[in-house]
């Protein structure tokens, strides 16, 4: 497994019952977790000290319960700022194990010795598109949520990105993919984190099963004559490592050669010294 044990201002406290106990900087969270099927004693100070607690509802969805919890706040990884705020169905603008992509394609992309181009595709708040920035990538960070490109704006802007590092896109990641193609255009990186279903800005469905074959060898055109990487994360579906490896294989390494790894992904639990599997990705490199 591949863990995101670097933290500083992100910690998995402790797990039990469906439920995490986080610290975010200074704050501490409870949202529940599908992977925490287990049931471990309250020991940690935190379950009765938190500061915000996402309680799941049985007809679906749930809501906040907020102790002292201010609207937005912030947290840092190495030289990364990322605002936070709880909003719809438990999240809070980042998934902190994505941090052990970060360090690997950021160590790539400071040693390639060359300009990288990066896509970042279903890009969410910007993690990972910050992360390639400040490795020294010019980044095209597209996602079909205005709202969310506007969040990842400001975590560029904390963060202390060049504002000409990454251009922002608000589309349907496919037919982006699609008309750069046509425009000619070319990446030396590509990152992609779909959901297992979603819509576009005019109403485009994604169904992940249907549509990550085509989506990722449609991408893999976009590759560069000289790629470096191509990144594919999956949580919310529960596709083995295996079959991301086997996507890459097939539609990457087959023309590009390289090497393809595809494992877990986890955070270390500090109580009980277990690790919460966040998730698998699959990574292709040069």
Not at 25 to 51: C, E, F, M, S
């Amino acid at each position: 497994m591949w863990l995101a044990d670097n933290w500083n201002d992100y910690e998995v406290l402790d797990t039990s019952s469906g439920e995490k106990l986080e610290r975010w900087g200074d704050y501490i969270l409870v949202r529940p977790d599908p992977q925490v099927i287990w049931q471990t004693p309250y020991d940690h100070a935190g379950w009765k000290h938190k500061n915000g607690h996402y309680h799941r509802s049985n007809k679906g969805g749930g809501s906040w319960e907020f102790f002292d919890l201010p609207e937005q706040w912030t947290i840092r990884y190495r030289d990364l700022t990322f605002a936070l705020k709880p909003f719809s169905f438990k999240h809070t603008g980042l998934f902190p194990e994505q941090a052990v992509n970060w360090d690997w394609f950021s160590s790539l992309i400071k040693n390639a010795g060359r300009p990288v181009r990066v896509l970042n595709l279903f890009a969410y708040t910007g993690g990972a598109s910050i992360a390639a920035a400040k490795a020294g990538a010019h980044v095209t960070h597209v996602d079909a949520a205005k709202g969310m490109v506007a969040w990842a704006k400001e975590n560029a802007a904390l963060s202390g990105c060049d504002p000409t590092s990454i251009r922002w896109i608000v589309d349907d990641c496919q037919k982006f993919v699609e008309r750069e193609i046509r425009r000619g255009n070319r990446y030396d990186g590509i990152i992609m984190d779909p959901p297992s279903y979603g819509r576009g800005p005019k109403g485009e469905v994604w169904k992940i099963e249907e549509a990550i074959h085509p989506l990722v060898k449609t991408a893999a055109e976009l590759l560069s004559e000289q790629p470096l990487f191509f990144l594919i994360n999956s949580y919310t579906t529960g596709f083995a490592p295996s079959v991301l490896s086997y996507l890459l294989g097939l539609e990457v390494k087959s023309r590009f050669g390289g090497s393809v790894a595809a494992d877990e992904i986890g955070l270390p639990v500090t109580q009980t010294g277990l690790v919460l599997p966040c998730g698998s990705s699959g990574r292709w490199e040069a």
